[in-house]
């Protein structure tokens, strides 16, 4: 996720090949109307979007093993549309400058998105919210570095979800443990110490009520 020309499709198609799963592009869910709408100077409007994300949830859950879908998805509400249908989504923001962006934009050819609307999109941008998992990188990083960095941090994420106990319904912002992941700890027993102390008990108790043994060491 992020702004036109912080990398998304760059990234997303190296994430991809790593991962072995199918990539989209969402740049080419759009209809060519809104893609004429943009190339004019005039933003995108939470009506304009509302079918383009619909599409791109449809998307999304037909590909239920995995997939890398590059997407601004730059408001909360645009998430959660992609997240309903998604239950393990996990974002990378592709964060930076508007500066670096603009000169980026205005480098780049045969895109439909003029640098004139960058300012519009950094203005509807929300940064993931505390309860959506996910991972914030700087984009003037290498493309490389940006998968590594995120896979390291998605990993290290989920190895810190616990292992046991039952299974509860998945939240906003958690990752659910996968189907047959198993402790990774080892099973070690642990005493049961008050049994053992009533067993204690019991066999002092009996001894105590045996008769005196005189014959044992005695005279006759």
């Not at 309860?131 to 990188?137: A, R, S």
């Not at 989920?158 to 659910?176: D, R, V």
């Not at 099973?187 to 002092?204: F, M």
Request: some cysteine; glycine content about 8%.
């Amino acid at each position: 996720m992020g702004v036109t020309g912080s990398g998304k499709t760059t990234v997303g198609l190296l994430l991809a090949h790593q991962l072995g799963v199918p990539f989209a592009d969402a740049d080419d869910f759009h209809t060519p109307q809104m893609k004429a709408k943009m190339a004019s100077g005039h933003p995108l409007d939470d009506a304009d979007r509302a079918p383009w994300l619909e599409r791109l949830a449809d998307w999304l859950a037909s590909h239920p093993d995995g997939c890398v879908l590059a997407c601004s998805a730059l408001k909360r509400r645009y998430r959660d549309v992609l997240r309903s249908r998604a239950r393990r989504l996990v974002f990378l923001h592709l964060a930076g400058a508007p500066v670096v962006v603009s000169e980026r934009v205005a480098h780049r050819r045969n895109h439909y998105m003029p640098a004139s609307l960058v300012g519009s999109q950094y203005a509807d941008l929300e940064p993931l919210q505390p309860d959506e998992f996910g991972v914030q990188i700087d984009f003037t990083l290498g493309p490389e570095s940006i998968v590594q960095r995120f896979l390291e941090q998605v990993q290290a994420e989920e190895n810190a979800q616990p292992q046991a106990g039952p299974a509860e319904p998945i939240q906003a912002g958690q990752l659910e443990p996968m189907p047959g992941e198993q402790s990774r700890l080892p099973d070690i027993p642990v005493p049961d110490v008050r049994a053992e102390q009533s067993k204690a008990d019991a066999t002092q108790t009996e001894d105590a009520a045996k008769p005196e043994d005189t014959s044992a060491g005695g005279k006759k």
